[in-house]
């Protein structure tokens, strides 16, 4: 089942069960029981969420929340809500595997809305370790973790 929030033609078709939410978001995030759904929202909302992500933890629901626009920066779109770079396909898929086969757990696919540059030697599979090392240095000092949008800003200062 999949639903638009903000472009009610998406999501015309032949299902007799589409449901038809509020602008809120704690119905499609509270009222997903008995079906894998999908809930989609900007990240930043989901704190409105957390709530309702809460309950369905605790009452162990299999619900996919995916978190658009997790962001430090602004995207090449600017200040829309229309993201234009495609996730990296094989996190993409690595992630969606891990949170179809999560069936007592809600997910969290967090996507970013800026271009970021693509790591080497990803693979789908690599997702379920959460992390990947960029580099290692034996002599270091302090250990540089990023996420999303922040690693390349780390890369830079490794770099420099």
């Known amino acids: ?19 038809r939410w509020p602008s809120g978001i704690n119905g499609p995030a509270a009222y997903a029981p008995n079906t894998i759904i999908h809930v989609t929202y900007s990240f930043t909302f989901y704190l409105y969420a957390a709530p309702a992500v809460r309950m369905a933890a605790l009452q162990q629901l ?5 978190a658009t626009h997790d962001s430090i920066g602004n995207g ?3 200040p829309t809500h229309q993201s234009i770079e495609l996730a990296a396909f094989e996190e993409a898929a690595g992630a969606w595997i891990i949170a179809i086969s999560a069936k007592k757990t809600p997910s969290i696919v967090s996507t970013s809305r800026q271009g970021v540059p693509q790591l080497a030697n990803t693979r789908r599979d690599g997702v379920a370790f959460r992390a990947y090392v960029i580099s290692e240095n034996e002599a270091a000092f302090v250990t540089l973790i990023g996420a999303g949008p922040s690693y390349p800003l780390l890369w830079r200062l490794l770099r420099s």
Do not use: K
């Open 62 to 66: 299999q619900i996919i929340h995916v």
């Open 76 to 78: 090449e779109d600017g």
């Open 1 to 19: 089942m999949s639903r638009s929030q903000d472009l009610p033609s998406a999501d015309c078709g032949s299902l007799s069960r589409i449901q």
